[in-house]
């Protein structure tokens, strides 16, 4: 069945430093794939999004780009800040699935970034 | 603020009683969906209503139903609780059945 396997957590950086959280995904279909975040307190938010292989979703410094030969996902942003500290989940949604629609969410990687 | 409404914030319980959760998607979204966030589970998606229909169902137990109403808004009523159903209680919507999800900021269901 469909499924997402993202790194283990937590990640913890300084300031300015570089990211990647690897996330990769099993599918029958042609998934979407997402980036959610969730800040502390709060409901989960679209980072980012890419629907087709090959494609590279953007959004606040963040990047991640649809790998079909490898099945991958990372998400990546090159120097975080104090307020990315959040959990990151990468998420599929296969529209050719029975459950159209639904979302299939990696276990989440928790992120924290030091002054 | 995603526009996704759910109520309550935070809700106490004792085992063996019955709760329900609310939900108000977007205006506009015919698409509700409900998710259980847990320490051990991770999200796990629960069940799908499009325009009043459940359309998809994933790991919902059978002590917890749900149903979406004419005017689209959604409720989960879980009942029979035991200790293991503390969660956070996503829910979400979107205009369709393929279309982007926004999320709500969740009910935390603590059972005593």
């Known amino acids: 069945g469909d499924s997402v396997t993202q790194m283990e957590g937590p990640v913890t950086l300084s300031e300015e430093a570089c990211l990647t959280i690897?996330?990769?995904?099993?599918?029958?279909?042609?998934?979407?794939l997402f980036w959610y975040v969730q800040y502390p307190g709060e409901g989960l938010q679209l980072l980012l999004k890419a629907t087709k292989a090959d494609d590279k979703g953007s959004n606040k410094g963040f990047e991640a780009t649809y790998r079909k030969e490898t099945t991958s996902f990372h998400l990546e942003k090159g120097s975080v800040q104090v307020s990315d500290s959040a959990v990151y989940f990468c998420a599929l949604s296969d529209p050719r699935g029975s459950t159209l629609g639904r979302l299939y969410f990696g276990r989440g990687t928790q992120l924290t970034v030091w002054p | 603020d995603s526009g996704v409404t759910q109520t309550p914030k935070h809700l106490i319980t004792a085992t063996g009683q019955r709760v329900t959760l609310r939900c108000s998607p977007r205006s506009g979204d015919l698409s509700v969906y409900w998710y259980q966030q847990s320490l051990d589970q991770g999200l796990q998606f629960l069940i799908q209503y499009y325009n009043g229909e459940e359309r998809a169902k994933g790991n919902i137990l059978e002590r917890f139903s749900a149903q979406q109403f004419p005017d689209l808004h959604s409720e989960l009523n879980l009942s029979s609780l035991e200790l293991g159903d503390s969660a956070l209680y996503f829910c979400a919507s979107s205009e369709g059945l393929n279309t982007e999800a926004f999320f709500g900021q969740g009910t935390r269901l603590t059972v005593v």
């Open positions: 690897n996330c990769t995904y099993t599918a029958t279909g042609y998934p979407s």
